[in-house]
């Protein structure tokens, strides 16, 4: 009786466990996108063509510059 008990205690210890882990492991998959995301907008990019070219067309960078192509 008492064998069953211990097995049953640990079973649900490692359930909450693994719950924990899991719900530990989303938090910091959400944080790295924040701040993947807010890596990319603080990133300075060359107003060039070439390999940047992609790069500068999603930027906003080029988006201030197609407003105001002067300066």
């Known amino acids: 009786m008492g064998q069953a008990i211990a097995d049953a205690s ?3 210890a490692d359930g909450l466990q693994k719950r924990t882990d899991a719900q530990k492991l989303s938090q910091e998959q959400q944080e790295n996108a ?3 995301k807010q890596l990319q907008q603080a990133t300075l990019r060359p107003k060039v063509g070439g390999i940047y070219a ?3 067309q999603n930027s906003p960078a080029s988006r201030i510059h197609a407003r105001n192509p002067q300066g």
Do not use: Y
């Open 10 to 12: 640990m079973i649900m």
């Open 34 to 36: 924040r701040l993947k």
């Open 54 to 56: 992609a790069l500068l």
